[in-house]
């Protein structure tokens, strides 16, 4: 593999890392500053204003990247993602953790940019494999990132945050004497039309057919946010568990997840076909959150965990089933409607888990399982109906929606 690959690979790692890093220990972390135990209001609010700053700054830095050149972009960005994290480490006030989940959002959008990286410097016929790899290096930093969070939170709530800093900081030193331009910057004008997120929804209603398939990404990525929303709450409240615990759980999860998506999406679609492969991955997951709901025991979590990790199985069917719905020549337009959906879901839903949380907080806190249960089957016939013409079509490439399963 050449330089320039273990650098964005090494980027999205430990951008996922980062992400990761903050679950464990951000509830504790809100109740030092803000010096109360009713925090699951901010935790939402935090979580929303991070995948804001992701679903308006993506277009943005990936425009800034066709102008100026991949690589300033992506400097700027690790050295951003670096100063945040260290600022974070200090913050004595809660407007100053706001900024600081605020800037970890904008410089997180740089994985547009890193992705756009990997296009320039990549064959057409290697592309999927490099992909590939992009998608496995998320997975192993959101693997690692819960665990080291939970372990370092547990002898200072801050250094996580630290730990954050340095890992950017190292990639941003490693970038500079590594990383070349992967194109040379364009000299033309920003198109300030391309900044604009909403622009991609509007083609929904111009594409048919393709509103039940854009409602399943948005309640699939809605539901999948109230585990980073409520789990480490659901975890403390429940079983009693500290950081290295609430690590520990989530990356159990991240791991099995991450294995059952690389080996069983294509023999399971090839057994069940994709749209039955789709509702098997939707039934393990609603099984799996059942046990949780009513889980009294931390064992029990981690025991239904392989089962969990097959819901992982339906996401690359329905993906398949979604390329389906346009023809070859309207695929990124379909890809930048999905992308906005996942985004808008990302913003939404932290608030509606954070709020619904608070009101079942003292009474059953697994309650929140059951909700997520109900979300996953609203997706069930959407794509049962609106994929039924496309049942017998051959196979596609879909999109990755790993980011927002967890």
Known sequence: MNKPLVVIFAAICFDAVGIGLVFPILPRLLEAVTHSLDIVAYIGVMTALYAAMQFVFAPVLGALSDTLGRRPVLLISLAGAAINYLVMAFAPQLWMLFIGRAVAGLTSANIAVATAYITDITPEDKRAGRFGLFSAMFGIGFIIGPVLGGVLGDHWIRLPFIAAALLNAANLILAVFVLPESRPPARRKIDLAALNPLKPLGWVFSMKGLLPIVLVYFILSGAGEAYGTCWALWGFDTFGWNGLWIGLSLGAFGLCQTLAQAFLPGPTARLLGERKAFVAGIACACVALAVMAFADQGWMVFAIMPVFALSGIGTP?????????????????????????????????????????????KEWPGAIWLSVIAINLVAVPLVLLGTRRHEASGVAVGANLSRSSF
């Not at 719905?325 to 509606?352: F, H, K, N």
């Open 317 to 361: 069917a329905f993906q398949a089933l979604a390329t389906r719905q346009v023809d070859a020549e309207r695929q990124g337009q379909l890809q930048g409607v999905l992308a906005s959906a996942v985004s808008l879901a990302t913003i939404i839903a932290p608030l509606a888990f954070s709020t619904l949380y608070f009101a079942m907080q």
